[in-house]
C-alpha cells in the first residue's frame, strides 16, 4: 500500500452504544477508545476500504517508513457492521496480544525501501537470533513512558536502618563479627622496617660523663651531646698519645671541610669540566695557629678541585711547625696566597672560609689585622663556613652561616649558624678512656648534620 495512492485521509469515530451505523457510511466515530482511529482511503476497484491504526493519545503519528501497512492494518469493507461490542473484541485482540506486537515489529523490521537489496536469511541459527532480536526490542515504542524516573520517591521507600538492623541480627545469631567491631588484621610494615626486631632501637648512643650544655640530634633521631672545651682537648690529646698525631688529624680535617665546602659549591652542577667559565671563588681567612693549620689543609683539597682558592695569613716571624709544613704544600696547587686585607678581592666571592678565631690565643682579636679581615668579611656579600668555631659567642666576629664540629660538638650558640660534624678518626676505645660511651652516629658518611633539640 503505498504512499502515492491515498488521494485522502479521514479520521472518523467509533459509534456509541446502540449506534449501528455502518463505519463506512459514517462521518465520526466513538472515541471510547484511546488511541485508536481509523483510516479511509478508495482502492483501485472503487470500494471504500477502511484501515485502523494504533495511534498516540498525545499527538497524531506520522506514517513510519520501511512499514508495511498491508501486513500491519486490518482492512475492513464499507459493508461491514462496525459495532462496537465488536470494535472491543477486535482491538482488544490486536492491541493485547504479545504474539501481535512481535509480528508487528518482526514486519516492520523486515520491510525495506524497494530499491534496497536485503540479503536472504535461512537456517535454525537466523531464527534463534531473530527470536532473541524480538524479545529484546520487540515492544512498542509507544508503551515508553514519557515521564522520567523518580529516583528520590524510590530512594526513600529504602529503609536503610532497617536491613542494616536485619544484618546485624542475622550476623549476631550465625556467631560472625557484628557490625562496627574492627577487625583484627595482622601489622603491615613497611619497605624500610625491620620485621623481625630482637631489641628496640637506643636513640641514645652517647652519654658523656657531664651532664651536656646542649644536645643535638641527627637525621635519623639519634641524639649527641655537646662537651666542654676541657673535654674535647682531653680526648684529642688521648687520641694524639695513641698515635692519632696533628698531621694526621689535619688532613682528616682538611678532608672533610673541603668536602663540605665543595657541596655547599654546588656540588657536580657547579663543579664540572664543561663549566670552565663558572669556576667558583673562595676566600680563605686563616689566623697563626693551629685552626690557621687545619684552614690552610682544607684550602690545598681545594685547590686540588679546580676551585680558586684565595689564602689569607699574616705575616709572622715565627710560625709553628704545622703552619709551615701545610704552607709548603699548599704552594704547590694554583692556590694564591696573601698576606694583606687589599689584596683581597673586592667583588663578593662564593665562599667565605673562616679559621681566624682560636680557643686560647684571645689577644688575636686586638690586632689590626684583625679587624681589618673582619671588616671585609662582613661587607663580603659571601656566606661563611666556620671551622671547629670556640664555644663563646664573644670570640666571634664573622657570623657564620655553617660550622663544622670535630668529632663531637662543643655547645656553640645562635652566630655558630648550622652546626655540622665531622669524623676526624678517633677510635671507640679512645672516647671510652676518657670516660665517654661511644657510638658512631656517621652511619656511611664523614660529614653529617645536626639539629638543635
Same mark, same amino acid.
Given at each position: 500500500?503505498?504512499?502515492?495512492?491515498?488521494?485522502?485521509?479521514?479520521?472518523?469515530?467509533?459509534?456509541?452504544?446502540? =449506534?449501528?451505523?455502518?463505519?463506512?457510511?459514517?462521518?465520526?466515530?466513538?472515541?471510547?477508545?484511546?488511541?485508536?482511529?481509523?483510516?479511509?482511503?478508495?482502492?483501485?476497484?472503487?470500494?471504500?476500504?477502511?484501515?485502523?491504526?494504533?495511534?498516540?493519545?498525545?499527538?497524531?503519528?506520522? $506514517?513510519?517508513?520501511?512499514? !508495511?501497512?498491508?501486513?500491519? %492494518? $486490518?482492512?475492513? @469493507?464499507?459493508?461491514?457492521?462496525?459495532?462496537?461490542?465488536?470494535?472491543?473484541?477486535?482491538?482488544?485482540?490486536?492491541?493485547?496480544?504479545?504474539?501481535?506486537?512481535? +509480528?508487528?515489529?518482526?514486519?516492520?523490521? @523486515?520491510?525495506?525501501?524497494?530499491?534496497?537489496?536485503?540479503?536472504?536469511?535461512?537456517?535454525?541459527?537466523?531464527?534463534?537470533?531473530?527470536?532473541?532480536?524480538?524479545?529484546?526490542?520487540?515492544? %512498542? &515504542?509507544?508503551? $515508553?513512558?514519557?515521564? %522520567?524516573?523518580?529516583?528520590?520517591?524510590?530512594?526513600?521507600?529504602?529503609?536503610?536502618?532497617?536491613?542494616?538492623?536485619?544484618?546485624?541480627?542475622?550476623?549476631? +545469631?550465625?556467631?560472625?563479627?557484628?557490625?562496627?567491631?574492627?577487625?583484627?588484621?595482622?601489622?603491615?610494615?613497611?619497605?624500610?622496617?625491620?620485621?623481625?626486631?630482637?631489641?628496640?632501637?637506643?636513640?641514645?648512643?652517647?652519654?658523656?660523663?657531664?651532664?651536656?650544655?646542649?644536645?643535638?640530634?641527627?637525621? @635519623?633521631?639519634?641524639?649527641?651531646?655537646?662537651?666542654?672545651?676541657?673535654?674535647?682537648?682531653?680526648?684529642?690529646?688521648?687520641?694524639?698519645?695513641?698515635? #692519632?698525631?696533628?698531621?694526621? +688529624?689535619?688532613?682528616?680535617?682538611?678532608?672533610?671541610?673541603?668536602?663540605?665546602?665543595?657541596?655547599?659549591?654546588?656540588?657536580?652542577?657547579?663543579?664540572?669540566?664543561?663549566?670552565?667559565?663558572?669556576?667558583?671563588?673562595?676566600?680563605?681567612?686563616?689566623?697563626?695557629?693551629?685552626?690557621?693549620?687545619?684552614? &690552610?689543609?682544607?684550602?690545598?683539597?681545594?685547590?686540588?678541585?679546580?676551585?680558586?682558592?684565595?689564602?689569607?695569613?699574616?705575616?709572622?716571624?715565627?710560625?709553628?711547625?704545622?703552619?709551615?709544613?701545610?704552607?709548603?704544600?699548599?704552594?704547590?696547587?694554583?692556590?694564591?696566597?696573601?698576606?694583606?686585607?687589599?689584596?683581597?678581592?673586592?667583588?663578593?666571592?662564593?665562599?667565605?672560609?673562616?679559621?681566624?678565631?682560636?680557643?686560647?690565643?684571645?689577644? #688575636?682579636?686586638?690586632?689590626?689585622?684583625?679587624?681589618?679581615?673582619?671588616?671585609?668579611?662582613?661587607?663580603?656579600?659571601?656566606?661563611?663556613?666556620?671551622? !671547629?668555631?670556640?664555644?663563646?659567642?664573644?670570640?666571634?666576629?664573622? %657570623?657564620?652561616?655553617?660550622? #663544622?664540629? #670535630?668529632?663531637?660538638?662543643?655547645?656553640?650558640?645562635? +652566630?655558630?649558624?648550622?652546626?655540622?660534624?665531622? =669524623?676526624?678518626?678517633?677510635?671507640?676505645?679512645?672516647?671510652?678512656?676518657?670516660?665517654?660511651?661511644?657510638?658512631?652516629?656517621?652511619?656511611?658518611?664523614?660529614?653529617?648534620?645536626?639539629?638543635?633539640?
Amino acid at each position: 500500500f503505498r504512499a502515492g495512492d491515498i488521494t485522502e485521509l479521514k479520521i472518523l469515530e467509533i459509534p456509541g452504544p446502540g =449506534d449501528n451505523r455502518q463505519c463506512g457510511d459514517s462521518q465520526h466515530m466513538d472515541t471510547a477508545m484511546p488511541g485508536v482511529g481509523c483510516q479511509v482511503g478508495p482502492s483501485q476497484n472503487g470500494t471504500g476500504k477502511v484501515l485502523k491504526k494504533p495511534m498516540s493519545s498525545s499527538a497524531p503519528q506520522n $506514517i513510519p517508513r520501511r512499514t !508495511d501497512m498491508k501486513s500491519q %492494518d $486490518i482492512v475492513i @469493507s464499507p459493508q461491514q457492521q462496525c459495532s462496537k461490542s465488536y470494535m472491543d473484541r477486535h482491538m482488544e485482540t490486536l492491541s493485547q496480544s504479545k504474539g501481535f506486537r512481535r +509480528r508487528h515489529n518482526s514486519w516492520s523490521s @523486515s520491510s525495506r525501501h524497494p530499491n534496497q537489496v536485503t540479503p536472504k536469511k535461512s537456517g535454525l541459527k537466523n531464527g534463534q537470533m531473530k527470536s532473541k532480536d524480538d524479545e529484546c526490542f520487540g515492544d %512498542d &515504542i509507544d508503551e $515508553i513512558p514519557d515521564t %522520567d524516573f523518580d529516583f528520590e520517591g524510590n530512594l526513600a521507600l529504602f529503609d536503610k536502618a532497617a536491613v542494616f538492623e536485619e544484618i546485624e541480627t542475622y550476623e549476631r +545469631r550465625s556467631g560472625t563479627r557484628s557490625r562496627g567491631t574492627p577487625n583484627e588484621k595482622p601489622a603491615r610494615y613497611r619497605h624500610d622496617e625491620n620485621i623481625l626486631e630482637s631489641e628496640p632501637i637506643v636513640y641514645r648512643r652517647i652519654v658523656v660523663p657531664q651532664n651536656p650544655h646542649k644536645e643535638f640530634c641527627t637525621d @635519623s633521631g639519634l641524639v649527641v651531646p655537646s662537651v666542654s672545651y676541657e673535654l674535647h682537648k682531653k680526648l684529642l690529646a688521648v687520641a694524639e698519645k695513641h698515635g #692519632l698525631t696533628l698531621e694526621r +688529624r689535619l688532613e682528616m680535617t682538611g678532608v672533610c671541610a673541603s668536602q663540605m665546602a665543595l657541596s655547599l659549591l654546588g656540588g657536580p652542577n657547579r663543579l664540572n669540566p664543561k663549566n670552565v667559565h663558572q669556576r667558583p671563588t673562595v676566600a680563605l681567612l686563616c689566623g697563626p695557629h693551629v685552626k690557621g693549620a687545619q684552614g &690552610i689543609s682544607c684550602g690545598r683539597h681545594l685547590s686540588n678541585h679546580d676551585v680558586h682558592v684565595i689564602l689569607f695569613l699574616p705575616n709572622f716571624v715565627k710560625m709553628l711547625e704545622s703552619i709551615t709544613n701545610e704552607l709548603n704544600l699548599f704552594s704547590k696547587t694554583q692556590g694564591q696566597q696573601v698576606s694583606s686585607v687589599k689584596d683581597l678581592p673586592d667583588t663578593p666571592v662564593d665562599l667565605v672560609i673562616n679559621c681566624l678565631d682560636c680557643h686560647e690565643n684571645a689577644f #688575636l682579636r686586638d690586632q689590626p689585622w684583625y679587624k681589618a679581615v673582619v671588616d671585609w668579611a662582613n661587607q663580603n656579600r659571601a656566606p661563611v663556613l666556620s671551622i !671547629d668555631p670556640p664555644i663563646s659567642e664573644m670570640e666571634l666576629g664573622i %657570623d657564620a652561616k655553617w660550622s #663544622l664540629a #670535630l668529632g663531637l660538638p662543643l655547645p656553640l650558640g645562635e +652566630r655558630a649558624g648550622r652546626v655540622y660534624l665531622c =669524623d676526624i678518626g678517633i677510635p671507640q676505645k679512645v672516647f671510652q678512656e676518657v670516660g665517654i660511651n661511644y657510638h658512631s652516629p656517621f652511619g656511611c658518611k664523614f660529614v653529617i648534620p645536626l639539629h638543635s633539640t
